[in-house]
């Protein structure tokens, strides 16, 4: 059996985009998948059309602030470490 992996990226690829609009997004694939099987993503170079590296990163991590320590290192670290085999 497979495990399916969900990246998170593409999500700021559009003009006008915020933590608050930007929140209920990853939140869904975070709740639906869990933090053990989801790693964050970005659409760069593209998605620096609508903002900087930076402020995303920052962006996802306040949208998932909330998120227990170990979860948000396997979200933003771990996961791409295991998936990637680095």
Same mark, same amino acid.
């Given at each position: 059996?497979?495990?399916?992996?969900? #990246?998170?990226? @593409?999500?700021? +690829?559009? %003009?006008?985009?915020?933590?608050?609009?930007?929140?209920?997004l990853v939140?869904?694939?975070?709740?639906?998948f869990g933090?053990?099987?989801?790693?964050?993503?970005?659409?760069?170079?593209?998605? #620096?059309?609508? @903002?900087?590296? +930076?402020? %995303?990163?920052?962006?996802?991590?306040?949208?998932?602030?909330?998120?227990?320590?170990?979860?948000?290192?396997?979200?933003?670290?771990?996961?791409?470490v295991r998936?990637?085999?680095?």
């Amino acid at each position: 059996m497979r495990i399916i992996i969900c #990246g998170t990226c @593409g999500a700021v +690829a559009t %003009h006008g985009w915020t933590v608050g609009t930007l929140r209920p997004l990853v939140r869904v694939v975070v709740d639906l998948f869990g933090p053990r099987r989801c790693l964050f993503g970005s659409d760069f170079p593209v998605a #620096g059309l609508h @903002g900087s590296f +930076a402020s %995303h990163y920052a962006a996802m991590r306040a949208a998932l602030s909330d998120l227990a320590g170990t979860d948000q290192r396997c979200f933003f670290h771990d996961n791409a470490v295991r998936l990637y085999r680095l």
